[in-house]
Protein backbone atom coordinates (compact mmCIF):
# COMPACT_ATOMS: atom_id res chain seq x y z
CA UNK A 1 0.00 0.00 0.00
CA UNK A 2 1.69 3.33 -0.90
CA UNK A 3 1.59 5.52 1.57
CA UNK A 4 1.61 9.69 1.21
CA UNK A 5 2.17 10.45 4.49
CA UNK A 6 4.45 7.96 7.71
CA UNK A 7 3.40 9.52 11.42
CA UNK A 8 5.62 9.02 13.95
CA UNK A 9 5.81 9.36 18.08
CA UNK A 10 9.71 10.68 18.51
CA UNK A 11 12.78 12.41 16.90
CA UNK A 12 14.29 9.28 16.70
CA UNK A 13 11.83 7.59 14.83
CA UNK A 14 11.25 10.74 12.71
CA UNK A 15 15.13 10.79 11.90
CA UNK A 16 15.73 7.30 11.19
CA UNK A 17 12.73 6.56 9.81
CA UNK A 18 13.27 9.75 7.29
CA UNK A 19 16.41 8.30 5.81
CA UNK A 20 15.65 4.41 5.55
CA UNK A 21 12.38 5.85 3.38
CA UNK A 22 14.47 8.55 1.96
CA UNK A 23 11.61 11.02 1.66
CA UNK A 24 8.86 8.74 0.10
CA UNK A 25 6.79 8.93 1.95
CA UNK A 26 8.07 11.73 4.46
CA UNK A 27 7.68 11.17 7.49
CA UNK A 28 6.26 13.91 10.42
CA UNK A 29 6.33 13.73 14.16
CA UNK A 30 2.60 14.21 15.37
CA UNK A 31 1.42 13.25 18.68
CA UNK A 32 2.02 10.37 21.44
CA UNK A 33 1.26 6.70 20.79
CA UNK A 34 -2.24 6.89 21.57
CA UNK A 35 -2.84 9.72 19.45
CA UNK A 36 -1.45 8.59 16.33
CA UNK A 37 -4.49 6.56 15.57
CA UNK A 38 -7.18 8.74 15.63
CA UNK A 39 -4.98 11.59 14.24
CA UNK A 40 -4.30 9.39 11.16
CA UNK A 41 -7.73 8.65 10.72
CA UNK A 42 -8.95 12.28 10.73
CA UNK A 43 -6.13 12.81 8.22
CA UNK A 44 -7.37 10.29 6.17
CA UNK A 45 -10.77 11.11 6.02
CA UNK A 46 -10.55 14.99 5.45
CA UNK A 47 -7.61 14.69 2.85
CA UNK A 48 -8.09 11.55 0.94
CA UNK A 49 -4.77 10.98 1.38
CA UNK A 50 -3.11 7.79 2.56
CA UNK A 51 -2.06 8.42 5.74
CA UNK A 52 -0.13 5.96 8.03
CA UNK A 53 1.97 5.66 11.43
CA UNK A 54 4.16 3.96 13.23
CA UNK A 55 4.36 2.98 17.11
CA UNK A 56 6.31 1.63 19.27
CA UNK A 57 4.69 -1.54 20.66
CA UNK A 58 5.39 -1.10 24.54
CA UNK A 59 3.39 -3.40 26.74
CA UNK A 60 0.51 -2.77 24.65
CA UNK A 61 0.68 -5.89 22.65
CA UNK A 62 2.38 -9.24 23.28
CA UNK A 63 5.01 -10.08 21.02
CA UNK A 64 3.47 -11.73 17.72
CA UNK A 65 4.90 -15.38 16.98
CA UNK A 66 6.36 -14.63 13.88
CA UNK A 67 8.47 -11.68 15.87
CA UNK A 68 11.68 -9.95 14.25
CA UNK A 69 10.12 -10.75 10.97
CA UNK A 70 7.13 -8.09 9.81
CA UNK A 71 5.39 -5.10 12.55
CA UNK A 72 2.35 -5.96 13.73
CA UNK A 73 -0.44 -4.30 11.72
CA UNK A 74 -3.09 -1.46 13.64
CA UNK A 75 -6.51 -1.81 11.24
CA UNK A 76 -9.60 0.61 11.81
CA UNK A 77 -12.94 -0.66 10.39
CA UNK A 78 -13.16 2.39 8.30
CA UNK A 79 -10.34 1.44 5.87
CA UNK A 80 -9.97 -2.01 4.22
CA UNK A 81 -5.88 -1.72 4.77
CA UNK A 82 -3.97 -1.17 7.97
CA UNK A 83 -3.70 2.35 9.39
CA UNK A 84 -0.65 1.75 11.19
CA UNK A 85 1.74 -0.72 12.42
CA UNK A 86 3.87 -1.41 15.50
CA UNK A 87 7.18 -2.88 15.74
CA UNK A 88 7.98 -6.53 17.18
CA UNK A 89 10.04 -4.89 19.75
CA UNK A 90 9.49 -2.72 22.62
CA UNK A 91 10.70 0.14 20.87
CA UNK A 92 13.10 1.61 18.31
CA UNK A 93 15.43 1.72 20.63
CA UNK A 94 15.92 -2.17 20.71
CA UNK A 95 17.12 -2.23 17.10
CA UNK A 96 19.92 0.07 17.92
CA UNK A 97 20.67 -2.67 20.52
CA UNK A 98 20.74 -5.45 17.85
CA UNK A 99 24.34 -7.15 17.34
CA UNK A 100 24.07 -7.44 13.43
CA UNK A 101 24.06 -3.41 13.96
CA UNK A 102 26.47 -2.98 16.59
CA UNK A 103 29.16 -5.16 15.00
CA UNK A 104 28.85 -3.26 11.61
CA UNK A 105 28.69 0.08 13.17
CA UNK A 106 31.94 -0.78 15.70
CA UNK A 107 33.58 -3.92 13.74
CA UNK A 108 36.84 -3.90 16.60
CA UNK A 109 34.33 -4.95 19.13
CA UNK A 110 33.45 -9.10 18.50
CA UNK A 111 29.80 -9.69 18.49
CA UNK A 112 30.39 -12.73 20.87
CA UNK A 113 32.00 -9.54 23.01
CA UNK A 114 28.71 -7.54 22.57
CA UNK A 115 26.54 -10.07 23.22
CA UNK A 116 27.71 -11.28 26.40
CA UNK A 117 27.17 -7.63 27.71
CA UNK A 118 23.96 -7.92 26.63
CA UNK A 119 22.61 -10.76 28.37
CA UNK A 120 24.50 -9.56 31.55
CA UNK A 121 22.66 -6.33 31.43
CA UNK A 122 19.18 -8.66 30.68
CA UNK A 123 20.12 -10.74 33.91
CA UNK A 124 20.32 -7.25 35.67
CA UNK A 125 17.07 -6.12 34.79
CA UNK A 126 14.66 -8.97 34.16
CA UNK A 127 12.51 -8.81 37.49
CA UNK A 128 12.22 -5.29 36.69
CA UNK A 129 10.81 -6.35 33.42
CA UNK A 130 8.70 -8.65 34.68
CA UNK A 131 7.51 -6.32 37.09
CA UNK A 132 6.66 -3.82 34.15
CA UNK A 133 4.90 -6.43 32.35
CA UNK A 134 2.66 -7.04 34.98
CA UNK A 135 1.86 -3.47 35.01
CA UNK A 136 1.78 -2.84 31.50
CA UNK A 137 -0.22 -5.84 31.09
CA UNK A 138 -2.96 -4.98 33.82
CA UNK A 139 -2.80 -1.18 32.36
CA UNK A 140 -4.26 -2.74 28.76
CA UNK A 141 -7.25 -4.90 30.08
CA UNK A 142 -8.20 -1.16 31.47
CA UNK A 143 -11.27 0.37 29.59
CA UNK A 144 -10.37 3.54 28.40
CA UNK A 145 -12.70 6.23 30.28
CA UNK A 146 -14.89 6.80 27.79
CA UNK A 147 -16.13 3.60 27.77
CA UNK A 148 -17.86 4.79 30.82
CA UNK A 149 -20.42 6.72 28.90
CA UNK A 150 -22.64 9.80 30.18
CA UNK A 151 -25.36 9.10 27.69
CA UNK A 152 -27.00 5.66 27.02
CA UNK A 153 -26.20 3.81 23.86
CA UNK A 154 -29.21 4.58 22.14
CA UNK A 155 -28.22 8.62 21.58
CA UNK A 156 -25.45 7.30 20.22
CA UNK A 157 -24.83 9.50 17.10
CA UNK A 158 -27.94 11.56 17.99
CA UNK A 159 -26.60 14.70 19.90
CA UNK A 160 -29.79 16.92 20.63
CA UNK A 161 -31.76 13.89 22.11
CA UNK A 162 -33.09 12.08 25.44
CA UNK A 163 -33.88 8.75 26.29
CA UNK A 164 -37.10 7.80 26.34
CA UNK A 165 -37.19 7.02 29.97
CA UNK A 166 -36.43 9.93 32.53
CA UNK A 167 -38.25 8.23 35.67
CA UNK A 168 -36.06 9.05 38.95
CA UNK A 169 -36.12 4.85 38.79
CA UNK A 170 -34.99 4.56 35.12
CA UNK A 171 -32.08 7.03 35.68
CA UNK A 172 -30.71 5.48 38.92
CA UNK A 173 -30.64 2.38 37.50
CA UNK A 174 -29.02 3.34 34.67
CA UNK A 175 -26.41 5.55 36.29
CA UNK A 176 -25.67 2.61 38.61
CA UNK A 177 -25.67 -0.32 36.48
CA UNK A 178 -22.93 1.59 34.01
CA UNK A 179 -21.11 2.07 36.79
CA UNK A 180 -21.30 -1.13 38.60
CA UNK A 181 -20.06 -2.26 34.93
CA UNK A 182 -17.32 -0.51 34.37
CA UNK A 183 -16.20 -0.94 37.80
CA UNK A 184 -16.23 -4.77 37.81
CA UNK A 185 -13.68 -4.67 34.76
CA UNK A 186 -11.31 -2.66 36.23
CA UNK A 187 -11.57 -4.27 39.58
CA UNK A 188 -10.73 -7.69 37.74
CA UNK A 189 -8.02 -6.33 35.28
CA UNK A 190 -6.26 -4.84 39.11
CA UNK A 191 -6.98 -7.73 41.52
CA UNK A 192 -4.06 -8.56 43.20
CA UNK A 193 -4.48 -12.61 43.17
CA UNK A 194 -4.28 -11.49 38.66
CA UNK A 195 -1.20 -9.53 39.00
CA UNK A 196 0.55 -11.64 41.35
CA UNK A 197 -0.41 -14.40 38.72
CA UNK A 198 1.15 -12.26 35.84
CA UNK A 199 3.72 -11.15 37.60
CA UNK A 200 5.16 -14.94 38.25
CA UNK A 201 4.16 -15.70 34.74
CA UNK A 202 7.17 -13.15 33.86
CA UNK A 203 9.43 -13.90 36.27
CA UNK A 204 8.86 -17.83 35.20
CA UNK A 205 9.36 -16.99 31.07
CA UNK A 206 12.60 -14.29 32.13
CA UNK A 207 14.84 -16.89 33.31
CA UNK A 208 18.83 -17.62 32.38
CA UNK A 209 18.07 -19.31 29.65
CA UNK A 210 15.90 -16.79 27.69
CA UNK A 211 18.32 -13.93 29.14
CA UNK A 212 21.11 -15.57 26.99
CA UNK A 213 19.09 -15.36 24.08
CA UNK A 214 19.47 -11.92 22.26
CA UNK A 215 16.89 -11.81 20.12
CA UNK A 216 14.26 -12.43 22.73
CA UNK A 217 15.78 -10.13 25.06
CA UNK A 218 15.77 -7.24 22.50
CA UNK A 219 12.05 -8.43 21.73
CA UNK A 220 10.45 -8.31 25.35
CA UNK A 221 12.62 -5.68 27.35
CA UNK A 222 12.59 -2.20 27.16
CA UNK A 223 15.53 -0.87 25.17
CA UNK A 224 15.73 2.45 26.77
CA UNK A 225 15.96 0.02 30.33
CA UNK A 226 18.90 -2.13 28.47
CA UNK A 227 20.36 1.12 27.67
CA UNK A 228 20.61 1.88 30.62
CA UNK A 229 21.72 -1.17 32.27
CA UNK A 230 24.62 -2.08 29.63
CA UNK A 231 25.51 1.77 30.45
CA UNK A 232 28.91 1.41 32.12
CA UNK A 233 29.90 -1.96 29.80
CA UNK A 234 29.06 0.48 27.08
CA UNK A 235 31.51 3.00 27.96
CA UNK A 236 34.00 0.41 28.50
CA UNK A 237 33.90 -1.44 25.56
CA UNK A 238 33.09 1.87 22.74
CA UNK A 239 33.77 4.44 24.80
CA UNK A 240 30.33 6.23 25.09
CA UNK A 241 27.79 6.09 27.45
CA UNK A 242 23.96 4.78 26.77
CA UNK A 243 23.36 8.42 25.45
CA UNK A 244 26.46 8.44 23.15
CA UNK A 245 25.73 4.89 22.55
CA UNK A 246 22.51 4.96 20.89
CA UNK A 247 23.51 8.67 19.09
CA UNK A 248 26.38 7.00 17.64
CA UNK A 249 24.12 4.17 16.20
CA UNK A 250 21.56 6.82 15.09
CA UNK A 251 23.89 8.75 13.34
CA UNK A 252 25.27 5.45 11.25
CA UNK A 253 21.59 4.20 10.65
CA UNK A 254 20.94 7.97 8.97
CA UNK A 255 24.52 7.75 6.77
CA UNK A 256 23.84 4.28 5.95
CA UNK A 257 20.35 3.18 5.53
CA UNK A 258 20.78 0.63 3.45
CA UNK A 259 23.27 -1.31 5.47
CA UNK A 260 20.69 -0.93 8.16
CA UNK A 261 18.11 -2.18 6.35
CA UNK A 262 19.79 -5.60 5.00
CA UNK A 263 20.57 -6.41 9.12
CA UNK A 264 16.82 -5.61 9.91
CA UNK A 265 14.55 -7.51 7.92
CA UNK A 266 11.26 -6.32 9.60
CA UNK A 267 12.43 -3.05 8.98
CA UNK A 268 13.14 -3.46 5.03
CA UNK A 269 9.47 -5.69 5.30
CA UNK A 270 7.65 -1.65 6.24
CA UNK A 271 9.76 0.08 3.67
CA UNK A 272 8.65 -2.59 0.90
CA UNK A 273 5.39 -2.16 2.16
CA UNK A 274 5.15 1.79 2.55
CA UNK A 275 6.35 1.95 -1.32
CA UNK A 276 4.59 -0.61 -3.18
Known amino acids: MPVDLLLVEGELDAAILAALLEGDPPVERRGSKNALKPIAAEERKRTGRRVAFVRDRDFDFDPSPDQGSKPGEIRDGQFPEPLGWYWSRHEIENYLLDPAVVTLVWPSVTRQDYEAVLVEGAVTIRFYEAARWTIGTARRALPPHYELKTRPAELENRELAVPSWLEERHCREWALGCIEAYFNRVSESLSLPTSAHSLENKVARFTDDFCADPEAVLTWFSGKDLLAALSPALTQLYGADAG ?28 DYLKR
Open 244 to 271: RFRAHVRDWMIAHPQEALAVLPEWQTLV
